[in-house]
């Protein structure tokens, strides 16, 4: 049974850090792609960053480039998203997925307040 199960998330102030987690099992994990995603209420979700199988390959959304950093650890079955210099505009609640055959896999995300 796939599970992704995210944390790190909370409450921090304007220009702060936080780095997310997102521990994943019943797959593969080193055999695919894994991608951060997130929802701002009232919004769309939206892709992050994507990070390849073996973690040579990063992508990011040009709103996060140079603040955030996608990374994994295949042996601990987790992906991380390092966030520095958080913005009001970063507060969402932040998602893991996967896609394995044209089928999405979500987490149930961890909420991210970036507020004085």
């Known amino acids: 049974q796939v599970q992704l199960v995210e944390s790190g998330g909370g409450l921090v102030q304007p220009g702060g850090s936080l780095r997310l987690s997102c521990a994943a099992s019943g797959f593969t994990f080193s055999s695919y792609p894994m991608s951060w995603y997130r929802q701002a209420p009232g919004k769309e979700r939206e892709l992050v960053a994507t990070?390849?199988?073996?973690?040579?390959?990063?992508n990011y959304a040009d709103s996060v480039k140079g603040r955030f950093t996608i990374s994994r650890d295949n042996a601990r079955n987790t992906v991380y998203l390092q966030m520095n210099s958080l913005k009001p505009e970063d507060t969402a609640v932040y998602y893991c997925?996967?896609?394995?055959?044209?089928?999405?896999?979500w987490g149930k995300g961890t909420l991210v307040t970036v507020s004085s």
């Open positions: 997925k996967f896609r394995r055959v044209a089928v999405d896999y």
């Open positions: 990070i390849s199988s073996a973690g040579a390959g990063t």
